[in-house]
């Protein structure tokens, strides 16, 4: 079934009903109507004609991509599908030839018989060019003059700049100088890499039920006049139609080359073995697709449903397949697999991916991330705490009956915001209405948010004046379900401004949902999404960070640990990353996670779904580190660490939205609408950097600034905004400004320290949103914009690097030990854009005339930076150490003494002994002699 704009998209002859419909019902009906409408002679004619055309051939005026040329743009199958475990480099080329030029006669001979466009990706190599004015000559060799073609950026960067379009052969063959690459997307190329291996798991019971065909540009594009699309419709019968024998339909195998008749014979005469990928997709049709098995599968288990884009240049729309896997079979998971190299080889699909399975990946937090002092609370004090603020979350459910978010008197809205509500304002039942025992999205929805009504309680969150909107997605059992990534981000808006994930998958890629997220926080500026980097870093793991933590717009949050008791028995302390707190770069080398936040043991309120209003513990004793009592949970993860930011992020909008930057005064600014980027770069600007990843008895691994373990480095308000003798910086910062292609932007500050002000550093952050990239993709970033501070002569660049950041779209500058009128300019340059123009958000923080900060004037000092538990962990280590090996010394020394004073004793009582026995022999002697004598004298 397909979704769209509230509408049903209707098969000839159908009413329209609300209610849902299995696609397979929408593919039986059109079949009959097809059937019925069908003639003998019709299909006759139909054979003849096709018949007539198989010979069609074409010459494209530009060469096509290598297959290490197209590795080096896109993440697909394409090496694994045109190579044998013996084959050579140049035979894997050879086949890749031979399967390019089989793909251009298809389309040319798709072209004549009904103007079938297909996809193409164009790439242009011309030098000293940026991406944007690439394109331009794209499409002025396209004679791009028609509403119908639209050109996609796929890769942007100093040397290729490529595009995907739809197009009919003979215009793609007109394509032609050295500058040009022109490369039909070939199914094999549509397939994300290590998809097919996720669908053979599959076949074996692998739990994926999610595909996601992301559709070429154009195709299928929202309107606001739009009605059901028998062109959209047709795409559904041509994909299933192809794998049910009994249609009129071709067979699936001459869509593509490693399956076709020709690649068959061309193996056979050479004598050589199909490709291992061949053999796979031929064995997969011949059991699955001429047998007929198939179809009560896709009657059965099978749901489909369409994602319209808004713009065909920057996004695509997506037909998401459902697979119910619930009960089935090898043979269900067979027909799955099989349907997959159908939907590769339709021409409105541009690449097809895997949604994988996702999984679920704090009083002291408050004053960790607000003051770094224990028990100071100065944004909470000056009235910043969330209120008016509604924070979007999607997890497992939340317990409304819990008293951190229990109403008495309204109720949340299903279909929009109940605004009136204390805290809950909506909830959306996609799984269930509610969390299981101790569930996790309670205690991520309490570490937001959570409030009791009496203003008490040891669980309060992060921002708790903020409501919540929430987008229930698990089961009883903590298993999440996912709706269309376009349902999940409407949770609560246009009041939402910002939706916390605590959930993915352990997939490094640039995936579908990735490229939905960036699509979706693109086209919504002031929206900002923050997901959980994942729990997969143990053993200092790299490349770890999972999906959707891999989208470039987004925030994905790592965790480090906190404080004191809050930490288990033997951590280290704050300024330590947890051990399990996944690691980036992602696959395309980007820098996550972005920042960290306290992630471990976490308190916050605890699900008793069979309990009505539980709270704190009676006894008063708070639950130890990941422990629970009655209303109260304490967990770890970076599950925790995103809600935390996620509250935080509330507050920085709020103290924007109440106008207190830039003089931190409720109601003196104006800078009260802020975008997503901006909350973004204020969070990253003042993060500060970690001492090392605490990994238990394994040590404690180094740092560096920006790397993969860390990003940007932990949450920290104080070096974020201004609050008068409450923070260390002032806050600059400039909102949706904009920068054309090849052009700069420039900025002069002024180090200003009259007022108090004790700051040493500059810091400059520059952030942007950009349009999604494709999924695989192997450079990510499309529009390349570079960040220089220059100062005293000095050029400084971003994010550690003695050169502009290629990879990243977001970069800050640290400059140290910046003295009272020290002026710094600040430079953004559009150095290679894939458009005209790009926007971005900018903020510095530093001494512009502000006051001191007065936390700290009693000599007292942020936990971080006094965090000396790695120096007590050794001397606990050493005492440990030393304590019972100077008990074993001790007990040798007490023991050798003691076994001295024996030997001396022994000794001595010996030499006694023979002085006696000496004495005895001597009288002996004595008596013996006198006896002689006596008898002598006798």
Same mark, same amino acid.
């Given at each position: ?550 989208? $470039?717009? &987004?925030?994905?949050? %790592? =965790?480090?640990?906190?404080? #004191?008791?809050? !930490?288990?028995?033997? *951590?280290?302390? @704050? ?104 909350? $973004?770069? &204020?969070?990253?600007? %003042? =993060?500060?950097?970690?001492? #090392?990843?605490? !990994?238990?008895?394994? *040590?404690?691994? @180094? ?236």
């Amino acid at each position: 079934m397909f979704h769209h704009s509230g509408q049903q998209l209707l098969l000839p002859n159908q009413p329209h009903r609300s209610s849902s419909i299995h696609a397979y019902s929408l593919f039986s009906l059109t079949m009959s109507w097809l059937l019925r409408s069908a003639t003998v002679l019709g299909a006759v004619a139909t054979l003849i004609l096709r018949t007539c055309l198989t010979n069609a051939e074409i010459t494209p005026g530009a060469r096509h991509l290598t297959i290490d040329e197209l590795n080096g743009l896109l993440a697909t199958e394409t090496r694994k599908e045109f190579g044998r475990s013996a084959d050579t480099r140049e035979e894997s080329a050879a086949l890749w030839q031979h399967a390019v030029v089989y793909e251009w006669n298809k389309a040319a001979r798709a072209e004549d018989y009904n103007g079938q466009k297909y996809p193409y990706a164009i790439c242009h190599m011309g030098q000293n060019m940026s991406g944007y004015k690439r394109k331009l000559a794209i499409a002025s060799e396209l004679n791009y003059t028609t509403e119908d073609i639209h050109l996609r950026t796929i890769y942007n960067s100093q040397d290729y700049y490529c595009v995907y379009g739809q197009f009919v052969a003979s215009l793609a063959a007109n394509v032609t100088g050295d500058d040009f690459i022109v490369q039909p997307v070939l199914p094999s190329l549509k397939f994300m890499e290590s998809s097919v291996d996720a669908l053979q798991q599959m076949q074996a019971g692998y739990s994926i039920t999610t595909l996601e065909a992301n559709l070429c540009p154009g195709v299928a594009m929202a309107s606001e006049n739009h009605t059901a699309s028998n062109d959209e419709q047709a795409m559904v019968d041509w994909i299933i139609g192809k794998l049910v024998p009994e249609t009129l339909a071709d067979p699936i195998s001459d869509e593509y080359y490693l399956t076709s008749e020709e690649y068959h014979n061309v193996t056979e005469s050479d004598g050589e073995k199909a490709t291992e990928r061949a053999e796979l997709w031929k064995g997969l049709l011949n059991e699955y697709q001429e047998s007929g098995v198939c179809a009560e599968t896709f009657k059965t288990r099978l749901t489909w449903s369409l994602e319209r884009a808004k713009d065909a240049e920057t996004g695509n729309s997506q037909a998401t397949i459902q697979f119910n896997n619930t009960g089935n079979s090898t043979q269900d998971r067979g027909c799955v697999l099989t349907l997959t190299l159908a939907i590769a080889a339709h021409p409105n699909v541009c690449s097809l991916d895997l949604r994988r399975e996702v999984s679920t990946q704090n009083i002291i937090a408050q004053w960790i991330t607000q003051s770094e002092l224990e028990n100071e609370r100065p944004f909470f004090d000056s009235g910043l705490d969330g209120t008016g603020q509604v924070v979007s979350v999607s997890d497992t459910g939340i317990d409304v009956n819990n008293c951190y978010f229990l109403d008495n008197e309204q109720s949340p809205g299903l279909s929009k915001v109940n605004s009136l509500a204390r805290k809950v304002v909506q909830y959306i039942p996609f799984v269930d209405d509610g969390d299981y025992k101790y569930g996790h999205g309670t205690h991520v929805a309490g570490t937001i948010a959570g409030k009791r009504s009496d203003g008490g309680g040891a669980a309060e969150g992060a921002a708790p004046g903020a409501k919540l909107a929430f987008f229930d997605i698990g089961d009883s059992s903590g298993a999440l379900t996912l709706p269309p990534d376009s349902s999940l981000l409407e949770v609560g808006r246009p009041d939402s401004h910002i939706h916390s994930m605590s959930w993915g998958a352990e997939f490094n890629f640039y995936t579908s949902q990735a490229r939905n997220f960036d699509q979706f926080m693109y086209e919504n500026d002031d929206f900002l999404i923050l997901v959980a980097a994942g729990n997969s870093g143990g053993g200092d793991a790299a490349n770890s960070v999972g999906s959707p933590a891999t989208a $470039k717009n &987004v925030i994905a949050i %790592g =965790a480090h640990h906190s404080y #004191g008791t809050s !930490n288990p028995r033997g *951590g280290l302390g @704050p300024a330590y990353i947890s051990d399990f707190s996944s690691r980036g770069p992602t696959s395309d080398g980007r820098t996550k996670p972005d920042i960290v936040a306290v992630g471990q043991s976490l308190l916050s309120a605890g699900a008793l779904p069979d309990e009505f209003g539980e709270c704190d513990p009676s006894n008063g004793k708070i639950p130890g580190a990941n422990d629970h009592d009655e209303g109260l949970l304490s967990l770890q993860g970076t599950s925790m660490a995103t809600p935390l930011t996620a509250g935080t992020a509330a507050i920085i909008r709020q103290y924007f939205e109440e106008g207190y930057y830039p003089t931190g005064v409720k109601g003196e600014g104006s800078l009260t609408n802020p975008s997503a980027t901006l909350i $973004k770069a &204020v969070l990253m600007n %003042g =993060a500060q950097f970690m001492k #090392g990843v605490d !990994n238990g008895s394994s *040590g404690v691994t @180094p740092v560096e600034p920006y790397d993969s373990n860390q990003g940007f480095g932990h949450l920290s308000l104080q070096n974020s905004i201004y609050l008068p003798g409450k923070t260390n910086v002032q806050l600059q910062a400039y909102d949706r400004e904009s920068v054309i292609d090849g052009l700069s932007q420039t900025y002069d500050l002024e180090i200003d320290t009259s007022g108090g002000c004790t700051s040493k550093d500059l810091s400059v952050t520059l952030v942007w949103s950009e349009e999604a990239s494709s999924p695989g993709c192997v450079n990510c970033l499309l529009n390349d914009l570079d960040l220089t501070v220059t100062l005293g002569g000095v050029t400084y660049y971003p994010n550690g690097l003695g050169q502009p950041d290629r990879r990243n779209n977001a970069e800050r500058v640290i400059i140290s030990e910046v003295m009272n009128k020290d002026v710094a300019t600040i430079t953004v340059t559009a150095f290679n854009l894939a458009r005209y123009e790009q926007k971005y958000s900018l903020v510095a923080t530093g001494c512009f005339g502000g006051v001191a900060n007065q936390l700290f004037a009693s000599g007292q000092c942020s936990v971080f930076e006094c965090d000396n538990s790695k120096n007590e962990r050794i001397r606990t280590i050493l005492l440990c150490i030393l304590i019972p090996l100077g008990v074993i010394i001790l007990s040798v020394v007490v023991r050798y003494i003691w076994k001295r004073k024996s030997e001396r004793r022994n000794e001595d009582e010996s030499d006694n002994g023979d002085s006696k026995r000496v004495d005895v022999d001597n009288g002996n002697d004595q008596h013996e002699d006198q006896i002689r004598d006596d008898t002598f004298d006798q």
